[in-house]
């Protein structure tokens, strides 16, 4: 009689049910623990700077770029003028302090206009937001 071989035995079916398991849960670990941040609707350079503050508004963000016009969302205005057409707009909400964001070769002279500007319409504090030194 003729003796034939026995097949090898094939390696059991692996699932990969596991694997996807795993990559879910990583993916949900990183958005959880990653820091989402909303971008600014301008792109300005901030400057550099010494102090760490991070009681900085978020009410209100006025955007100052290097050729010192001023962004409110989709408004563009003179900086000498910025504070008093937001007059109404900082009533109606009832926003009283202010961050701005300014490009770091905007004229200084532009933002003194602006930062006055806010303290005469009636704006309690107006924060300067620059990026920190290492």
């Known amino acids: 009689m003729i003796e034939?071989?026995?097949?090898?035995q094939r390696r059991?079916?692996?699932s990969v049910v596991p694997l996807i398991n795993v990559v879910f849960l990583l993916l949900i670990f990183f958005l959880l623990a990653g820091t989402l941040q909303p971008t600014d609707d301008v792109d300005v350079d901030l400057p550099v700077g010494q102090v760490d503050d991070k009681r900085a508004s978020e009410d209100l963000v006025l955007y100052?770029?290097?050729d010192g016009f001023v962004y409110l969302g989709d408004r563009?205005?003179?900086?000498d003028l910025a504070a008093y057409a937001l007059r109404d707009f900082l009533d109606e909400q009832g926003i009283y302090d202010v961050s701005?964001?300014?490009d770091e070769k905007a004229p200084a002279h532009e933002l003194i206009k602006l930062m006055e500007g806010l303290r005469n319409v009636g704006v309690r504090e107006v924060n300067l937001v620059t990026e920190q030194s290492e």
């Open 4 to 8: 034939f071989e026995e097949p090898p």
């Open 76 to 79: 563009v205005m003179g900086a």
């Open 64 to 66: 100052v770029e290097a």
């Open 12 to 14: 059991p079916y692996e």
């Open 100 to 102: 701005i964001k300014a």
